[in-house]
């Protein structure tokens, strides 16, 4: 605390914030690590031991490289340090290989990683205006901002304890989104092609930032009424986007065109046989869509309405990650969610169109094609919700009704991902760390916006409220029912639906 006082007092507040969540992340290293630590490990030796042609065909184990290039590159470079720690861990058969020496390079690996993440808090804080400048330090936004982005809980938990290397991955998307900003688009082009080429989930913001880039940099000039002008096309600025897609796309697919491979590698990026939702649901519409279903069929059984000869055995309620039929709802297929996706983004894609309001609305489309997706996409985990969450801390230093906003979708948000760590000795870590996020995002934001009307009114507390409950219930009463593994966590996300749906 000491440290910090003395940092802040030099104005090396942000370096001190920095530091402090770094040195937490060391902490976290001994904690539990989910299956995604032995896939990232394969990965590594997969990129290590074999060519490049051989990269999207390995199956010896069962989680399958199923990114796009510019990850596996990355997992390639960082398979030649690793070799310096153990190299039996680059071996493709030694399936679930773990040691203490793999342990702490791939924790290393993800802590090193998030210097870009850090670097993107800090452009991002440059675009926060000084408007509701406190005479405290810990009342500036851009002081708050950094805290709810260098120490999100969710990215806390995800990256340091379930184990992704999700920090630098964000750390590009805030970067394109601080360049849009700085009016500096084809940088922000650039980092968001490059992002794509890391992870294709980011594809759900890509119609924000194609509409945003088209309407706000192609054309140069709207009407007195706010309009666009049409006759302000620059062909120029649209071909000069065109080449920074099309050259980052090419290195990055270029090598499997050239093998021939690339409808290899997209069968890779878009297994769809791997069913409507993730084992744990996430609280999306397809979670009451399931639950319905599962209600109807223990009613028409029941009744004997249904024949139980004819129930599909994979079901969405048996949590296995497959193709499945529904029981008495219609099955859902990839198209219908890609369709209700769209119709989903409409209407955030027309304001932006239509009613530009500059990076602020572009950052508002973003969040809600981010949620859209969330709600209506096909195989959607419970992690993608923090591509809604953190870009939406921009927002909430901004204006009270986006604190508000904010707060809410941070919360149940963050509670959904509660299921990730399930094991006895992560629980008070990951309700003390929740608890501690929580409380300082309430009270700061609060305190920012105190001269305007309160944050949350009398349902939105009682339903926060009504968490601590909830979490009581699927940890301790549970356990002792018939239902018992997979199913609480599955009701606590269905129950979370209305506040989602409510954003």
């Given at each position: 605390m000491a440290a910090f006082t003395i940092a802040a007092g030099t104005g090396n507040w942000f370096s001190a914030?920095?530091?402090?969540?770094?040195?937490?992340?060391?902490?976290?290293?001994?904690?539990?690590?989910?299956?995604?630590?032995?896939?990232?490990?394969?990965?590594?030796?997969?990129?290590?031991?074999?060519?490049?042609?051989?990269?999207?065909?390995?199956?010896?184990?069962?989680?399958?490289?199923?990114?796009?290039?510019?990850?596996?590159?990355?997992?390639?470079?960082?398979?030649?340090v690793a070799k310096y720690f153990d190299q039996e861990m680059l071996n493709v058969r030694n399936l679930n290989y773990s040691s203490s020496r793999t342990l702490l390079f791939q924790r290393f690996s993800v802590i090193f990683m998030d210097v870009l993440?850090?670097?993107?808090?800090?452009?991002?804080?440059?675009?926060?205006?000084?408007?509701?400048?406190?005479?405290?330090?810990?009342?500036?936004?851009?002081?708050?901002?950094?805290?709810?982005?260098?120490?999100?809980?969710?990215?806390?938990i995800v990256d340091h304890i379930h184990f992704?290397?999700?920090?630098?991955?964000?750390?590009?998307?805030?970067?394109?989104?601080?360049?849009?900003?700085?009016?500096?688009?084809?940088?922000?082009?650039?980092?968001?092609?490059?992002?794509?080429?890391?992870?294709h989930i980011y594809l759900y913001v890509a119609p924000a930032y194609g509409v945003y880039l088209l309407r706000s940099y192609c054309f140069t000039a709207n009407k007195p009424d706010g309009s666009i002008r049409w006759n302000s096309f620059s062909f120029v600025r649209v071909i000069s986007l065109g080449l920074v897609v099309f050259l980052v796309s090419a290195l990055s697919l270029g090598p499997f065109l050239a093998l021939n491979q690339l409808p290899q590698v997209f069968s890779r990026l878009f297994p769809f046989k791997r069913g409507l939702c993730h084992a744990y649901w996430a609280p999306n519409f397809w979670a009451l869509y399931n639950a319905l279903d599962k209600v109807l069929s223990v009613i028409g059984l029941k009744l004997k309405f249904l024949d139980p000869n004819n129930?599909?055995?994979?079901?969405?309620?048996?949590?296995?990650?497959?193709?499945?039929?529904?029981?008495?709802?219609?099955?859902?297929?990839?198209?219908?969610?890609?369709?209700?996706?769209?119709?989903?983004?409409?209407?955030?894609?027309?304001?932006?169109?239509f009613k530009p309001q500059g990076p602020r609305g572009f950052l508002r489309c973003l969040t809600l094609c981010a949620?859209?997706?969330?709600?209506?996409?096909?195989?959607?985990?419970?992690?993608?919700?923090?591509?809604?969450?953190?870009?939406?801390?921009?927002?909430?230093?901004?204006?009270?009704?986006?604190?508000?906003?904010?707060?809410?979708?941070?919360?149940?948000?963050?509670?959904?991902?509660?299921?990730?760590?399930?094991?006895?000795?992560?629980?008070?870590?990951?309700?003390?760390?929740?608890?501690?996020?929580?409380?300082?995002?309430?009270?700061s934001l609060k305190?920012?916006?105190?001269?305007?009307?309160?944050?949350?009114?009398?349902?939105?507390?009682?339903?926060?409220?009504?968490?601590?409950?909830?979490?009581?219930?699927?940890?301790?009463?549970?356990?002792?029912?018939?239902w018992k593994e997979g199913n609480g966590s599955r009701l606590k996300n269905t129950l979370l639906l209305p506040t989602q749906t409510r954003i």
């Open positions: 914030l920095a530091l402090g969540v770094t040195l937490l992340k060391c902490l976290l290293i001994p904690t539990y690590h989910s299956t995604d630590f032995e896939v990232h490990r394969n990965w590594l030796a997969i990129t290590h031991s074999l060519p490049i042609s051989q990269w999207y065909y390995e199956a010896t184990s069962e989680w399958t490289l199923d990114y796009p290039p510019f990850f596996a590159w990355f997992e390639y470079i960082l398979s030649h993440f850090v670097y993107a808090v800090h452009e991002c804080c440059k675009c926060i205006d000084g408007k509701k400048v406190g005479k405290e330090l810990t009342e500036k936004p851009k002081f708050i901002l950094s805290v709810l982005l260098l120490w999100n809980f969710g990215l806390l992704q290397y999700n920090g630098f991955l964000f750390g590009l998307m805030l970067l394109s989104i601080a360049r849009l900003f700085q009016k500096r688009h084809m940088e922000g082009a650039f980092f968001f092609a490059v992002l794509l080429h890391f992870k129930i599909p055995k994979a079901s969405m309620t048996s949590g296995l990650v497959q193709q499945f039929q529904h029981t008495v709802l219609p099955s859902v297929t990839p198209l219908t969610t890609l369709i209700c996706t769209l119709i989903a983004i409409l209407p955030s894609i027309f304001c932006l169109w949620l859209s997706s969330f709600m209506f996409g096909w195989h959607v985990h419970e992690k993608a919700i923090l591509l809604a969450i953190l870009p939406m801390s921009l927002l909430s230093v901004q204006k009270a009704g986006d604190a508000s906003i904010f707060l809410i979708l941070t919360t149940t948000g963050h509670y959904s991902l509660f299921p990730l760590l399930f094991t006895a000795p992560e629980l008070p870590i990951k309700i003390l760390l929740m608890l501690l996020f929580t409380i300082y995002s309430i009270s305190t920012l916006f105190r001269k305007e009307k309160p944050l949350f009114n009398w349902m939105e507390t009682f339903y926060l409220l009504g968490l601590g409950p909830l979490e009581v219930c699927c940890e301790f009463v549970f356990p002792f029912t018939s």
